[in-house]
């Protein structure tokens, strides 16, 4: 951006400037160059969006400015198609921009989407098949275009401007005469490649329009006898407000496309019309695509809210934070035309607004996942970690959330949910249990699970990120409260194993033999553990750490700590198996005496051991090699 404030690159300047694009911008180019995405068609709707968002945009303008002067003309965008001279003209009577904003707007990437998208395809051709799913915008002009050229005026201004590129690396910007400008709006002309020239054909125009753009809430029109006269394509009215009966569902799913700029199918469409208390419609989506800015931090919802068909904004957050993911729009009759932001923020009618339409999107979710589990995984694939955040944001949702949540779990590959959690609970067990951690492979095969397992007792294995914050405010459900595996004493002797589970009780080392060894450990560790104890939650390994009854769990205080958010680190519980043979064997040396070399080696290194296991370093890696290298050599004796 520094290099605005040279004179040469002053945007109030009225001297014709060239300049590069940003670096994301030519690699976009690149890719809609080289695209072997097969439907150019795509670029259309681009453009048509963008004239439409112009006109609304200029629409909301003039309900806080009442000077501002729209004339009598009614908003539209019209296409030019030109055979001769294998051109395509999109325009249309709304903001307009001046330099400044041709420079800001079309040289950089503004999306957080497209951004984003860039950052997450490593290699060019995959990002240039995924570009038409994605819709990146303007830039899609030069998948047909090798010129294209945008002349516009702002609204209420006199001067115009002129941008100009082949896509080819930079833009040129230019002061052009306001009589070859539209009278307000944009003109975006596209000089068509010579495989792309069927675009300037009027069949072409409007059988895309038909396709990818009826649903525009702004008229479409195009130039027909050499210019002479307009054919209206579409009339720009609100699908929103029509009956249900009466849309068809490819009527949802172009509509789906134009509101979002994303090119899926829908996983779920919420059509709902309230009437009462207050009267709105809502028309929203959930995308059975991930986009790519799902976890950008402003967690910007992107629902469109219009009050009488009149669009207000797209920044309202109408929806709540964990449902950023639907798209759509809500449409008002009780809210005032002229309401500001601010207001929005807190407007009480707003907020029933978006609970109702939120109580109903739960619902139909829910509806889903009884009717068709396969689909449901699908959106609970992409969403469930998004969705998740609402059990700790929004305690009223809680129970519902519950109710749609689906987890991994030891009982297999399949979702599970909590209902088939419970259904499932083992005889006198009273407990939901989980494990946090990294992934789910490193989970199941940790050794706090041994326990369970032999039990066949159930386990949530929890490895989203946001897991970590649900489960700390988690109160329980159906009665049974969430508990960790790595914390507190695991209370499994009231369960009884599993069917062929193997007891691993052995007599001839009793387990006060092994409560020696235990105190012994904690004498040579001292503080580096609140306690040595002996476990029942391992079946085969010989040892494990836990957090103590009171403290955080230890995956959580982890996941914390690398969130920035540092608790006091409590010293961990050094669990050792009764029934490991290892264990056993050091419990005999520790009640015969003697061998303090052997024992405090053997303490310093089950510990380390401890810590590999859960995905740490020894904590004084040195120390530990050579009590390991003491070891070897004394067993090779
Ligand atoms: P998006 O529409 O998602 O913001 P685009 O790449 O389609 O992304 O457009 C980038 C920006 O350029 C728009 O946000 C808008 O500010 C500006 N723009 C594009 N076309 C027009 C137009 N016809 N009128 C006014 N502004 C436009
Ligand atoms: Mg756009």
Redesign the pocket.
Known sequence: MAARMTDQNDPTSAEPAARPFEAEVSRLLHMMVHSVYANTDVFLR?LI???A??CEKLRTMALDDPDLDLGDAPFQIRLVPDKEAATLTIE?N????DRA?LID??GTI??SGTRAFLEGVSDDKAGAQLIGQFG????SAFMVAHEVEVV?RRVGSDEAWRWHSDGAGQYETASVAVEDAPAR??R?TLSLKPDAAAYATPEAIERIVAAHSAHVPVPIVMAVGGGLADKTLTDGSALWRKAKADVTPEEYTEFYHHVS?QFDEPALTVHMRAEGRQEFSALVFVPSLKPFDLFDPDRKGRVKLYVRRVFITDEADVLPGWLRFVRGVIDSEDLPLNISREMLQTNPLLASIGGAVTTRILADLKKLAGSDAEAFAKVWEAFGPVLKEGLYEDTTRRDALYEIARFRTTAGDDWRSLKDYVEAMRPNQTAIYYALGDDREAIAASPHLEGFAQRGIEVLLLADPVDAFWVRTAMGFDGKPFHSVTQGTADLDAVPLAEGAEGGEDDTTPDSAVATLAARFKQTLGDRVGDVRLSKRLATSAVCLVAPEAGPDRQLEKMLARAGQASGAVAPVLEINPGSELIRALAAKAVAGGETELLDDAAVVLLGEARILDGETPADPADYATRIGRLLTRALG
């Not at 709304?94 to 921009?97: A, D, I, N, Q």
């Open positions: 681009e969006s963008n004239g968002d112009a249309d709304g903001v307009g921009m904003e707007n079309l503004a999306r990146v915008g303007f830039y516009s709006g944009t975006v700029g």
